[in-house]
C-alpha cells in the first residue's frame, strides 16, 4: 500500500485556502478539455504557483518534497519501468531501499497511477514530490537523448583520463572528436568533481601535466604531449572571450545538475614556461581586503602604518590552513597600486591576485638568493622553506619591502627558529617591521547555538575565570546541519615600529618571553581574542582549544 492517504489535490488545495470551488471547477473543466494534470492546469491558469501545490501537499499530507538531482536517481531502476508508463503517469522511480520503493510524482495524489504502479511491484511505495518540470527534464534524461551524449562523454573521458600518460595519437584523436574546447572543459570538470581547490595545465619539458591541488597537495592527473599546448591556450583564450591569455580573466563551465562554475584563470612564470592555472571563483578566491580577514580596528591601523614606510619584513604566521594565503592576498592587495613594482615567489600557486603582480614560480632557497638579488620596489614569498632563506630575505628587507608567510605555529616556536637556525636577533630586529600571526575559526550558527556550563575540565586548560559559559550548537536549516556559518580569522599582530625596536634591541628577554610581555609590546594575543570570542557565544570548545 503507498504510504500517503489517499485524497484529491482539489480538496486538499481547498482544506489550505488555496483555491475556491468555483476555480476548482472551473479548473476541471479545463482540465478534462485538454487531458492535462489537475496541478498543471491550475499552475498554467495561475491560479496557484508549483510552490503553493508543493506547499500545501506537504503540510497536508506530509508528503515530502524531493529537488532531483543525477546521484539521487538510479537510473537503471527507472529504465526497468516502461516509459509509456513513466510518461502518462509522470513519475520517477527514483531509488530501493530494503521493502520500499521511493517514487517523485508531480501528483502525488493521482490513484490510478499509484494503483498501476503498486500492481506492478512488490514493494511498497513510499511517495515524494517534485517539480513537474523537474520530473520532465529527468524523464528525458532517463530515456532520452541526453543519456546518449553522457555515455558517449564517459567513453571520450575514460580515453582522457585511462592512462596517466596520453599519446599523442589519442590526444589528437581526442581533439579532433570533442573539439579543443569540449577537452578543456571536460579536464576543469574532472577537476572540479574531485574536489580540486585549483586546476593547472604547466608545460614540462616535452609534456603539459595536468596537476590538481587536493587538499593541499598538488597532484599530477595527467601528461600531455606538448605539441597540443598551442592549441589548447588558443581555446582557452576563446573561452575566456579574450584574443590570447590574459591574468585574472574569467571562465564559465557547466558545473553538475545545470549548476555553472565560473573560474578565474591566472598565468605564473615557472621554470618552463607560464603554467595556467585555474580557480573557482568564490569569496575568498577574489582580491580579500584587509578589512574583511577580522582583524580588530587597531591592528589595522598599524598594519597600514607600517605598509606607508614601504619597508621591511612582514612575516605572516601560522600552522597551514589558517588562512596565510588570504592575509598575503590582502596584504599585496593593500599596496599603493601602479606604484609600486614587485612580484610574489610561490612554491604553489595563488589565485585571485591583482593582476600587475607577476608569480614566479620558486622551489627551495636557491631561488631566493636570485629573487632577493632582484631590484623590484617589494618582493612577496608564500612560504619560507628554511633559515637560509629568512636570513635572505631579512638582508633584503633592510633596503624593501618583504612580505612572507612561514609555518610557525607562534610567535615562541619563532623565538626557537632563529635561535636554532643561528640567525642574529639584531638583524631580526632591525629588519623586521610587522609579525602577524593567524588562526581561522568557525563561528557558531546563531539560530541553534545553546549555552551551557563550561565543563570542568576544561577550566584549567583555558584559566580564565571570566569564562564560565560555552555554547554548542545542535546543527539545523539555518546552517545546513553545520553547527557553523562562517569563518574568521584571529590575529596577533605585534609592530616593531621604533619604540618596539628600541626596547627589544636594549632588552633581549621581552623578546624571549614574548608573550608574557604582550601588555609591554601592545599586542592582543589569539588566546585572548578567542576567549573574547567564545565569551560572546561565537566559538565551541573545539573551535577555541583549535585557537588558544
Ligand atoms: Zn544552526
Redesign the pocket.
Known amino acids: 500500500m503507498a504510504l500517503i492517504p489517499r485524497r484529491r489535490l482539489g480538496d486538499v488545495l481547498i482544506d489550505c485556502n488555496l483555491i475556491t470551488e468555483e476555480q476548482l471547477s472551473a479548473s476541471l473543466k479545463e482540465q478534462k478539455k485538454l487531458g492535462e494534470r489537475l496541478g498543471e492546469t491550475l499552475v498554467r491558469l495561475k491560479v496557484v504557483t508549483n510552490d503553493d501545490i508543493i506547499w500545501a501537499l506537504g503540510d497536508q499530507l506530509n508528503i515530502s518534497y524531493i529537488h532531483l538531482t543525477d546521484q539521487l536517481i538510479d537510473f537503471n531502476l527507472a529504465r526497468s519501468f516502461s516509459e509509456k508508463l513513466i510518461r502518462k503517469h509522470k513519475f520517477i522511480p527514483i531509488f530501493k531501499l530494503g521493502n520500499e520503493l521511493t517514487i517523485v510524482m508531480a501528483d502525488p495524489l493521482d490513484g490510478d497511477a499509484l494503483n498501476v504502479i503498486e500492481s506492478l511491484t512488490e514493494f511498497e511505495i513510499k511517495v515524494a514530490i517534485s517539480a513537474a518540470t523537474e520530473i520532465d527534464f529527468y524523464i528525458d534524461k532517463v530515456f532520452g537523448k541526453e543519456v546518449e551524449t553522457a555515455d558517449e562523454d564517459r567513453e571520450l573521458g575514460s580515453l582522457l583520463f585511462g592512462s596517466p600518460q596520453i599519446s599523442l595519437g589519442d590526444i589528437k584523436k581526442l581533439l579532433k572528436a570533442l573539439t579543443p574546447e569540449k577537452t578543456i572543459r571536460m579536464m576543469l570538470l574532472d577537476g572540479l568533481k574531485m574536489g580540486s581547490a585549483n586546476i593547472c595545465l604547466e608545460p614540462h619539458g616535452n609534456s603539459i601535466h595536468l596537476k590538481y591541488r587536493l587538499s593541499g597537495k598538488v597532484m599530477r592527473r595527467l601528461s600531455l604531449p606538448g605539441e597540443v599546448f598551442l592549441q589548447l591556450k588558443t581555446a582557452i583564450a576563446t573561452m575566456t572571450g579574450q584574443k590570447e591569455i590574459r591574468n585574472g580573466s574569467r571562465i564559465i563551465i557547466d558545473g553538475e545538475q545545470g549548476t555553472q562554475v565560473e573560474l578565474t584563470l591566472s598565468v605564473l612564470e615557472a621554470n618552463h614556461g607560464p603554467c595556467l592555472l585555474f580557480t573557482p571563483s568564490g569569496p575568498d578566491s577574489s582580491n580579500p581586503h584587509l578589512k574583511t580577514l577580522g582583524l580588530s580596528s587597531t591592528d589595522l591601523k598599524t598594519i597600514m602604518g607600517a605598509i606607508r614606510e614601504s619597508r621591511g619584513l612582514f612575516l605572516v604566521m601560522g600552522p597551514t590552513f589558517n588562512g596565510k594565503e588570504t592575509t598575503l592576498k590582502a596584504l599585496l592587495n593593500a599596496l599603493p597600486s601602479g606604484e609600486m613594482r614587485g612580484a610574489l615567489f610561490t612554491s604553489s600557486p595563488i589565485s585571485g591576485l591583482g593582476e600587475d603582480i607577476l608569480q614566479i614560480h620558486v622551489t627551495g632557497s636557491e631561488n631566493i638568493v636570485k629573487a632577493a638579488e632582484n631590484d623590484l620596489d617589494f618582493l612577496a614569498f608564500n612560504n619560507i622553506p628554511d633559515g637560509r632563506s629568512l636570513q635572505l630575505l631579512l638582508e633584503a628587507a633592510c633596503r624593501r619591502l618583504v612580505v612572507a608567510t612561514m609555518n610557525l605555529s607562534d610567535m615562541t616556536s619563532l623565538v626557537h627558529f632563529l635561535d636554532d637556525h643561528r640567525i642574529s636577533r639584531k638583524l631580526f630586529f632591525n629588519s623586521t617591521r610587522l609579525i602577524i600571526n593567524q588562526r581561522l575559526v568557525r563561528l557558531l ?5 545553546e549555552e551551557k556550563l563550561l565543563p570542568e575540565e576544561f577550566t584549567g586548560l583555558i584559566g580564565d575565570e571570566k569564562l564560565r559559559n560555552i555554547h554548542e ?7 545546513n ?3 557553523y ?1 562562517d569563518r574568521t580569522g584571529l590575529f596577533e599582530v605585534l609592530s616593531l615600529d621604533i619604540f618596539n625596536r628600541g626596547r627589544m634591541l636594549r632588552d633581549e628577554s621581552l623578546f624571549t618571553d614574548i608573550y608574557s610581555n604582550s601588555d609591554l609590546l601592545g599586542f592582543r594575543t589569539i588566546r585572548e581574542a578567542a576567549i573574547e570570542l567564545a565569551g560572546k557565544g561565537l566559538l565551541d570548545i573545539n573551535e577555541l582549544l583549535h585557537a588558544i
Open positions: 550558527c546563531e539560530e541553534c547555538r550548537a545542535r546543527g539545523c536549516g539555518k546552517c546541519r553545520l553547527k556559518t
